[in-house]
């Protein structure tokens, strides 16, 4: 089976991790956007057009499933994706609220992720349905400290703590909802204390299986927009592993 995945930049290989773990026969075709990271602060419109703009480019390797890795992306494109394709799409926010809710013991659970994500309230408002009270913040910064490499030090601590600070000891589980955010979450740990950490890759992964074939060669291809000096740096942190991957042009025409 061919599994298409797309993320605006390299936070999306933590899903791919999670996913080849569950699916290792599955043939994996990821694409990261890094020409136009990140995503958060683009508008609805431009969303959805990268959006469909990398789905079309995964499409072309015949791909039977596609995983919108990106939280953006999910948040403002996934319908849209649903509606504009034939083969099942899945994203990333409802399998994190759902495994969010499983482990909050008060309902009192925080949101952290790129300002689009936050302000398109997809998350806040399944949580509020489930009877949660969700408390959202923006953490622009983050991704690029991990697009640079930066995830632990007094560098990220400091960011870390500017923008969670009025999150701490009010809430009892912290949703990671943005692919890069889960590389930080060792430096989040120790500034939050005692929280659940959510990050929804195994959460992905497990509602992938349900409708996946585990069946295929078990490779791996992967494709960025653009190569950034700490791109190999970040996939072998990741994945844990060498791996090679192809450059393409930015897929909009400008």
Do not use: W
């Not at 959006?51 to 990106?70: D, Q, R, W």
């Not at 953490?139 to 930066?150: K, S």
């Not at 960025?224 to 897929?251: A, M, R």
Request: hydrophobic residues 40%; proline residues 4%; charged residues 20%.
């Amino acid at each position: 089976m061919k599994i298409g995945v797309f993320d605006s930049g390299v936070g999306g290989l933590t899903v791919l991790k999670a996913l080849r773990e569950e699916l290792p026969s599955v043939d994996f075709f990821y694409l990261g956007d890094t020409a136009r990271v990140p995503y958060g602060g683009k508008s609805k419109e431009t969303i959805q057009r990268y959006s469909l703009e990398c789905a079309e480019f995964l499409l072309s390797f015949g791909i039977e499933l596609l995983v919108v890795a990106c939280n953006t992306a999910s948040a403002y494109a996934l319908e849209l994706l649903r509606e504009s394709l034939t083969i099942p799409v899945i994203g990333v926010v409802q399998p994190g609220v759902e495994q969010a809710l499983k482990v909050s013991k008060t309902k009192r659970i925080g949101v952290i992720g790129t300002r689009g994500t936050v302000q398109s309230a997809v998350y806040q408002n399944l949580l509020k349905e489930q009877g949660a009270q969700p408390v959202a913040k923006a953490c622009p910064l983050f991704v690029p400290l991990v697009e640079e490499g930066i995830i632990n030090g007094k560098i990220a601590q400091s960011v870390v703590e500017y923008y969670l600070e009025e999150l701490k000891g009010k809430v009892d589980t912290l949703i990671l909802a943005c692919t890069h955010y889960p590389l930080l979450k060792e430096t989040i740990r120790e500034y939050m204390g005692d929280v659940e950490i959510v990050d929804s890759a195994q959460a992905v992964a497990q509602e992938v299986k349900k409708l996946a074939k585990n069946e295929g060669n078990g490779t791996l291809r992967l494709f960025f927009t653009d190569n950034s000096p700490n791109l190999s740096h970040l996939i072998k942190l990741i994945l844990g592993e060498e791996q090679s991957y192809e450059i393409i042009p930015v897929l909009c025409k400008l």
